[in-house]
């Protein structure tokens, strides 16, 4: 198994991409300290990733509180003994038009998607530097590389988000830290179940691949970029969108 004694972050893995990417590293060996909104959400995952062999610990977290996290990142080190892998994959939306944003619209997308990432960033590799090693795979969206009309926060955090990967990626890279970041089309999970289904039509249409992506589909390149095939990628936007942004 590719990632035997390891140990993951996954935030967001109670559901929808996160959860993909837990049970793809587990079945490679990884043990996984699941992170959501409330223990009961993180832990709702936890039999299916036992059931593969590994270690489990699923926390609740609000990842756009510093001290919150900073208090997992250590606990997760005391339990796990390592912490090798940092997936940054929660997020939100608050949709709508720039015009009718409230500030709680903006800081809300923000302070999740944008600072938790930070957060977690700055806490984990506290560790990993220590170790020399690890793997940050932060998920971004292809609406942080082209914005979308009522998507004016959410884009803004996701291009952000690229931002601070590649920084992160050449402030680290001499500590033999690699940060990249995904960029997911059209993906069918709780997030997009809310578009209509005749909007989810049009844009299966203008998808070359024909098809809205499945979180499993992200989740595989999560796994390349947390294996040691990846070891030399680093700094890298990775789009998986069935080819809408060609
Ligand atoms: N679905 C898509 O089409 C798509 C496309 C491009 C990018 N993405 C990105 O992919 C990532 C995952 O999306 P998804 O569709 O899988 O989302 P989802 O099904 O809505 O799941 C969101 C996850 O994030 C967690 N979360 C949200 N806010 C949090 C907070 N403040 N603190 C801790 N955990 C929090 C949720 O925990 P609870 O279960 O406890 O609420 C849940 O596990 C997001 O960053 C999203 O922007 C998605």
New binding site residues.
């Given amino acids: 198994m590719k990632l035997s004694n390891q140990t993951a972050i996954v935030?967001?893995?109670?559901?929808?991409?996160?959860k993909a990417i837990a049970l793809a590293l587990a079945r490679e060996g990884c043990n996984i300290a699941a992170?959501?909104?409330?223990d009961s959400?993180?832990n709702s995952i936890a039999e299916e990733i036992k059931a593969l062999g590994v270690k489990f610990a699923g926390y609740g977290?609000?990842?756009?509180s510093s001290a919150s996290v900073n208090e997992c990142v250590d606990k997760v080190q005391k339990e796990f003994g390592n912490i090798d892998i940092l997936i940054n994959?929660?997020?939100?939306?608050r949709d709508t038009l720039i015009m009718r944003m409230t500030d709680e619209d903006w800081d809300s997308v923000l302070q999740?998607?944008l600072k938790?990432a930070f957060n977690w960033t700055r806490a984990a590799t506290k560790y990993m530097m220590k170790a020399r090693k690890g793997k940050i795979i932060n998920?971004?969206?292809?609406?942080g590389l082209h914005g979308n009309a009522g998507q004016a926060n959410?884009a803004a955090a996701?291009a952000g988000l690229i931002g601070l990967t590649k920084s992160v990626a050449k402030e680290l890279a001499g500590r033999n830290i690699t940060c990249n970041v995904i960029?997911?089309?059209?993906?069918q999970?709780?997030?997009?179940d809310v578009l209509s289904e005749e909007l989810k039509q049009k844009l299966q249409e203008q998808i070359p691949l024909k098809r809205l992506?499945a979180?499993g589909d992200v989740a595989e390149l999560a796994l390349y970029l947390s294996c040691a095939g990846s070891n030399y990628m680093t700094g890298q936007v990775l789009t998986v969108d069935g080819g809408l942004f060609i």
Avoid at 139 to 143: M, R
């Fill in positions: 935030t967001g893995a109670s559901r929808g991409i996160g992170v959501a909104r409330s959400s993180a977290v609000d990842i756009s994959n929660a997020g939100i939306t999740t998607n938790g998920v971004g969206s292809v609406i959410y996701k960029c997911p089309g059209f993906i999970t709780d997030m997009t992506g979180a």
